[in-house]
């Protein structure tokens, strides 16, 4: 949410000094649109298609004389250009009787049978493996990335909006989009050259940032990493890419004939290869499909150029339109090598027309492919990354040298802009308001204060909650940080604090060192897991709404060192010291327990000293940062595994209990192509040796009416008490895929969402013995069967609401459960 919040903060639209524009609307005869046209200079193979009601808008730094118009069924048109910027013309094109019957065949849904077009997709599946880098043992290449993000439709109105109130001179230079047709304004860009290097055998790749240039919000970690996620690599010839956490079915899929329509539209010479050019529409309305055209040669059955646009009424918020071109080059005169990828999106609140919103675009370059040079296993073996300042500093020589295309004029200008807006207060001010609403922090030099959205909190035992905090920070790769808050409840009238700090002692192995002590009030059992950070406080902490009232809450004396370091990429040791004071933080709850065989005295302090081994390992998992923090870029696409080993220390100072506990999680996201993405966890735990209540693994309910990741939202608190247990949660969201073709629904972009929940587990009696309360709570542990849960839901409500109908599956005779219930949350998400 946060990296969303930060993307829709941007004002933000593609840069491109052109020579000659046209746009305009292609309709036969009879004044009906024709859609998929083909849209070209004349004797160029620069060229776009026609959209669903016939308008193009096309683009080129050259100066081109002449339009020439093409589509099966039709006369093939030319027409003059007598200016350098034409707009909004219209072309009538003239049905040729000859191809009548060929019209017939392909309008509409296309056969899947007899179709030409179709048969040479079967040819490029056939020869796919053996085009581009996978046909070698080894490669390497240089890959020069450009990013831009800008300011779309920018008219009077917004010139002289009191928003930009003494930035007015960065409207000073405007271009037009090769693609949109819009204005724009460039606000940020970042430019990045590497050097990849990879092997077929052992299945490795690296890649070698050389050099790095930034201009816009460069100090800004969350847009950054946000970028790097919104472009991620993808291949073309894959079933399934992937974009905004959604998986789009590739026109070169193997089950493309099931989502598109298929016309073999035009052949031709393209640098003396021959080649077919085919069109592709999606068949169904509201899918997360493409229309475009690739042009593939006719003996390799490679693809010499593809163009890609979102169809539209795609269920995907915030994105109005995508945009995709390739281009590859050959090699050897057999083997294509892509030489060029452009991926340009409009972001909008809004899908239509007019709206205003942000244009980013990607632009990647690669050339010098050099092939079959094995560099052995151990160069790809993983090394974390230093931060080298010297690579985000490089001189104009270096970029001179390195760029495969120079910047042009606009390019050129947004670095000087951008350098002089950051000066400006009102960008300051501007800028601000974004950064809160991004991360949840103001910024100030070298001290951030927040999260600002903890400031308000509210539960049965402090009533109202303020709080206030902060952190340092002098950028994303600082080897230190110190952070704290200090909050105070009206209702019980004390102060609660925290302090904790880290500090990366060897960046190679991010050897880190950390330390904290936090007093405070908390909703122990939300999570079954154990925390592994100092100030962390859940949801269910501080909840206003909730079903029924909560006086469960404990007060918790935690004091925490540790040492941790990345053995190897993604995977985390780290080694823990806790001492821990728990009491019950309200009268009508209790967590004393007998002290004594006999059950003749009571404590109601639990004190322990505890030291943990703790194992996190996410492959796949991608990053920024060189610094003790880092931000992870692909959130929620990674599997998670995490092993807990803690020993209590009884006796030692005023530690009361030895044991030994052992916890697993496993969570894995899986994307079903066109079906959705299902995510499922299972976590299972055990306590050896008699421990009250508070050291327990409470089964987490949930009482309030926010839909809370991981827990029971149909138990209380407490419902539930174990030391062994197993507990899974499947959940799979279909994105849209049913909802789609329900016409009434279809236009809302609803989301459908099905999961179920279950844990067992089992208390031993010498546990139960231990505790000294016959009323709240009692202890019982779901050992006579697993408790179970289902749940329907439907998210993106007005594209940020989502609503969770839950189900009891048993246990429904226990006092005062809940068997039915409904939980809600917000968030911005594609």
């Known amino acids: 949410m946060k990296n969303i919040l930060s993307f829709l903060f941007l004002f933000l639209s593609i840069v491109s000094f052109a020579q000659t524009k046209v746009s305009g609307y292609v309709k036969d005869t009879y004044g009906n649109a024709i859609p998929y046209v083909n849209v070209y200079f004349l004797n160029s193979s620069e060229g776009t298609i026609s959209d669903e009601n016939g308008k193009f808008y096309l683009e080129s730094e050259k100066n081109y004389s002449a339009l020439e118009f093409s589509f099966m069924g039709f006369e093939t048109l030319t027409l003059p250009l007598d200016q350098k910027t034409t707009y909004n013309i219209e072309v009538n094109l003239e049905e040729n009787s000859s191809e009548l019957s060929e019209v017939v065949i392909y309008s509409g849904k296309t056969s899947k049978k007899n179709n030409p077009a179709i048969d040479i997709l079967k040819k490029i599946w056939k020869n796919k493996r053996d085009n581009g880098i996978k046909k070698f043992d080894q490669y390497q290449y240089d890959k020069y990335e450009k990013l831009e993000f800008d300011l779309n439709t920018i008219d009077s109105s917004l010139i002289n909006s009191r928003v930009f109130n003494g930035m007015e001179f960065i409207f000073d230079d405007l271009d037009t989009n090769n693609v949109t047709g819009k204005t724009y304004l460039p606000i940020f860009l970042n430019e990045a050259t590497s050097k990849i290097y990879g092997d077929n055998i052992l299945d490795a790749e690296k890649e070698i940032l050389t050099g790095n240039k930034n201009a816009g919000f460069s100090n800004n970690q969350s847009l950054i990493a946000f970028i790097k996620d919104l472009y991620a690599e993808y291949n073309v010839y894959d079933n399934y890419l992937k974009f905004f956490d959604k998986s789009f079915v590739s026109p070169l899929s193997t089950t493309g004939v099931d989502n598109y329509n298929y016309v073999l539209t035009d052949s031709t010479y393209i640098k003396d290869k021959w080649c077919y050019n085919i069109v592709f529409y999606p068949r169904r309305k509201g899918e997360l499909n493409f229309k475009g055209d690739f042009w593939v040669n006719d003996t390799t059955w490679a693809i010499k150029k593809i163009n890609l646009a979102m169809s539209k009424g795609a269920n995907i918020n915030w994105v109005k339109d995508v945009y995709i071109e390739q281009e590859f080059d050959v090699l050897n005169d057999s083997v294509f090598l892509i030489t060029k990828d452009l991926f340009m999106t409009d972001f909008s609140f809004s ?47 270096f970029w001179t040298q390195n760029r495969q295309e120079d910047l042009n004029k606009d390019e050129r200008q947004v670095y000087a802009m951008l350098d002089t807006l950051q000066t400006v207060d009102a960008f300051k001010r501007l800028y601000s308001v974004g950064s809160i609403l991004a991360t949840g922090y103001w910024e100030r030099e070298g001290w951030d204060f927040g999260p600002v959205f903890s400031t308000f909190g509210y539960n049965e035992v402090e009533g109202i909650r303020l709080r206030v905090g902060g952190r340092t920070y002098f950028s994303q790769n600082d080897n230190w940080r110190l952070q704290g808050f200090l909050a105070y409840g009206f209702g019980d009238d004390k102060f609660k604090y925290g302090l904790s700090g880290k500090w990366m002692i060897d960046p190679k192995m991010r050897l880190i060192i950390a330390g904290g002590n936090r007093r405070d009030v908390e909703q122990l059992g939300a999570s079954l897991t154990n925390t592994t950070d100092v100030l962390g406080r859940n949801l269910a902490s501080s909840s206003v709404l909730t079903v029924g009232s909560n006086t469960s809450l404990s007060s918790i004396n935690l004091t925490s060192f540790s040492l941790g370091f990345e053995a190897f990429k993604n995977f985390n040791l780290r080694f823990e010291g806790n001492f821990k004071s728990l009491e019950s933080a309200s009268d009508q709850f209790s967590l004393d327990y007998y002290t004594t065989p006999e059950r003749t005295e009571t404590k109601s302090v639990t004190e322990q000293v505890e030291i943990s081994t703790i194992i996190q390992f996410s ?15 692909n959130d929620d696409e990674y599997p998670q595994f995490f092993l807990n080993y803690t020993k209590g220390l009884g006796n030692i100072t005023t530690s009361d209990f030895d044991y030994e506990k052992i916890q697993f999680y496993y969570r894995q996201p899986i994307q079903i192509g066109g079906f959705g993405e299902f995510v499922s966890s299972v976590e299972l735990g055990k306590t050896f040796g008699a421990v009250p209540l508070s050291l327990l693994n409470i089964v987490p309910g949930n009482q309030t009416l926010f839909s809370l990741q991981g827990t029971f939202p149909l138990l209380d608190f407490y419902d539930f008490v174990t030391d062994t247990y197993l507990s899974v949660n499947f959940e799979h969201n279909f994105n849209g895929r049913f909802f789609s073709r329900i016409p009434f629904l279809r236009d ?3 989301r459908e969402i099905i999961s179920v929940r279950a844990v067992s587990g089992s208390i031993s ?66």
Request: glycine residues 10%; charged residues 25%; proline residues 5%.
């Open 765 to 830: 009696e010498e546990n139960q013995l231990l505790n000294a309360s016959f009323t709240n709570p009692v202890l019982s542990a779901p050992d006579i069967e697993p408790y179970w849960s289902y749940s329907l839901g439907v998210d993106n409500i007005f594209r940020i609401l989502r609503i969770d109908f839950h189900f009891r599956g048993n246990y429904k005779d226990l006092p005062d459960a809940r068997n039915f219930g409904v939980t809600g949350g917000f968030g911005f998400s594609f």
């Open 748 to 750: 809302l972009d609803l």
């Open 619 to 633: 492959p796949g998992r991608q990053t920024t940062g060189y610094g003790v923090e880092r931000l992870t870029v």
């Open 351 to 397: 899908k239509k027309e007019e709206s205003r919103g942000v244009y980013g675009k990607r632009t990647t370059l690669y050339d010098n492919y050099v092939f079959d040079k094995p560099k052995g296993k151990a160069f790809y073996k993983y090394q974390p990354e230093v931060f080298n300042e010297e690579i985000y500093n490089r001189n104009d020589k």
